[in-house]
């Protein structure tokens, strides 16, 4: 049992190249979660999934994308990359069940955007 | 916006010195979150508080849920180099209406430094 992977871990591009982050879960959980974490400024959601098939905007989901086309993955893309896309990003998942908020967390991906 | 302050923002203490943090709200809660994250990690859950009033325990971590719904604090006990990390508070992000799909808000987290 793994939990929430993330892949790759670390990744430097050029501005305006595109790429897709990849987090897998193998709790069987329904929602899903995508995060970028930046300095002194917490944990802010770009897009989240509440199942398969679907997706829906967070706080922050300007420059990005996701998909999800199978329950056990989340997909992030960046298609134009921005220096301001520079960041740690993190996928959490979370099992629907009663009142629990309980979100469980990727190691995350380090993306330097040049 | 919702917001959560944590306080304070960083502290640098001697190994075996207990820790309090807080976090408060400005909106009432009816769910708390602790989560620790080590360099180079995701965050890790490390307390869950779902009840005002309720004082959970886990290993050396006491964690409150403060009776007036907008507050809950941390405490480490005999603190020892490996507590190192930033510690974040999170609990449900707001709704205009209907469910909130367990989208939660984080504070901007503590950065605990233990010198041994």
């Known amino acids: 049992n793994a939990g929430v992977t993330q892949t790759p871990k670390f990744r430097v591009l050029k501005t305006g190249q595109s790429m897709t982050l990849l987090c897998a879960q193998d709790?069987?959980?329904?929602?899903m979660y995508w995060y970028r974490q930046d300095p002194g400024m917490g944990l802010r959601l770009i897009h989240y999934?509440?199942?398969?098939?679907?997706?829906a905007k967070g706080e922050v989901p300007d420059g990005y994308n996701v998909s999800r086309l199978k329950k056990q993955n989340f997909l992030l893309g960046l298609e134009s990359a921005a220096p301001s896309q520079t960041s740690v990003y993190f996928c959490?998942?979370?099992?629907?069940?009663?009142?629990?908020?309980?979100?469980?967390f990727g190691p995350g991906t380090r993306l330097t955007v040049t | 916006g919702q917001q959560l302050n944590q306080s304070p923002q960083s502290m640098f203490i001697q190994e075996g010195e207990d820790v309090s943090m807080n976090c408060t709200s400005s909106?009432?809660?009816?769910?708390w979150l602790w989560y620790k994250q080590e360099p180079g990690e995701g965050p890790v859950l490390l307390i869950a508080?779902?009840?005002?009033?309720e004082l959970t325990s886990n290993g050396r971590l006491t964690a409150q849920f403060g009776i007036t719904r907008k507050d809950s604090f941390l405490n480490i006990s005999a603190s020892i180099p490996s507590d190192v990390g930033i510690y974040f508070c999170?609990?449900?992000?707001?709704?205009?209406?209907?469910?909130?799909?367990?989208?939660?808000?984080f504070g901007q987290g503590t950065i605990l430094t233990v010198h041994p």
């Open positions: 959490a998942s979370r099992i629907e069940f009663g009142s629990s908020y309980e979100q469980y």
């Open positions: 709790m069987n959980h329904e929602y």
């Open positions: 999934s509440v199942g398969e098939g679907t997706t």
């Open positions: 909106s009432i809660f009816n769910t």
């Open positions: 508080l779902y009840k005002a009033g």
């Open positions: 999170a609990g449900p992000a707001a709704r205009a209406g209907g469910t909130s799909y367990g989208k939660l808000t």
